[in-house]
């Protein structure tokens, strides 16, 4: 069966400082693998996936994601950080076949003034 | 387009008792997944619907069922409620396709034992 871990509970990162939230994953096969964020009281909001093709994956809000095989990793990634983009963020992941979406537990980031 | 709608977003209820709570999935989208969220377990998979019948089960007591009717639309529903029910419930649809296709979600419905 297919899983996914997140090894940080919580992320802290000062504003305009470079932030990664960290995503490993077990699957039998190809990946089809994805981030969401979560707001406060919101439901989940689609960032972007990882399906095939270039490793490094752009997504929404200026984060993007880098898929390594070999490390079995998809860890987010954004360049410079918000205040805003202080939020809950999952990993996901599917395999091959009708199986479901796997979610991480979660990592919450917190971007400090 | 409307989103995944979940209604209702909050409900109280009382250790025993049973719930239903309904969701609504973005027109034209035939599968409906439903998840379980709290602090300590983060998001897990209850189950999938998929034109009417169930595609994937996570691992649940009997006590959570669902269904899916012609429409799309879908209910779970639990029953004797227990203080660890409480939780965030929430519904995710995907559009008909490959796998690759990413979910929509609702809101939530917000559910409290007491």
């Known amino acids: 069966a297919q899983s996914v871990a997140q090894p940080e509970d919580q992320v802290n990162v000062a504003e305009g400082n470079p932030l990664t939230v960290k995503c490993t994953y077990s699957?039998?096969?190809?990946?089809?693998l994805f981030w969401y964020v979560q707001y406060p009281n919101r439901g989940l909001q689609f960032l972007l996936k990882y399906i095939t093709g270039d490793n490094l994956v752009k997504g929404s809000y200026g984060f993007e994601a880098e898929f390594n095989k070999s490390q079995t990793s998809f860890h987010l990634k954004k360049p410079s950080a918000l205040v805003s983009d202080s939020a809950l963020y999952y990993c996901?992941?599917?395999?091959?076949?009708?199986?479901?979406?796997?979610f991480g537990k979660g990592t919450r980031l917190s971007v400090i003034a | 387009k409307a989103g995944v709608t979940q209604t209702p977003r909050y409900l109280i209820k009382t250790r025993g008792q049973q719930v239903t709570l309904s969701c609504s999935p973005i027109?034209?989208?035939?599968?409906v997944s439903w998840y379980q969220q709290t602090p300590g377990q983060g998001l897990q998979f209850l189950f999938e619907?998929?034109?009417?019948?169930?595609?994937n089960k996570g691992n649940f007591p009997g006590r959570f069922s669902g269904r899916q009717f012609s429409n799309s639309r879908s209910e779970m529903n639990v029953s004797t409620l227990e203080l660890g029910d409480s939780a965030l419930y929430l519904c995710a649809s995907r559009p008909p396709g490959t796998v690759n296709t990413e979910a929509f979600f609702g809101q939530g419905t917000r559910l409290t034992v007491v």
């Open positions: 619907y998929f034109s009417e019948t169930q595609r």
């Open positions: 996901a992941v599917r395999q091959a076949g009708n199986t479901p979406l796997v």
């Open positions: 699957v039998s096969g190809n990946p089809y």
């Open positions: 027109s034209g989208h035939r599968s």
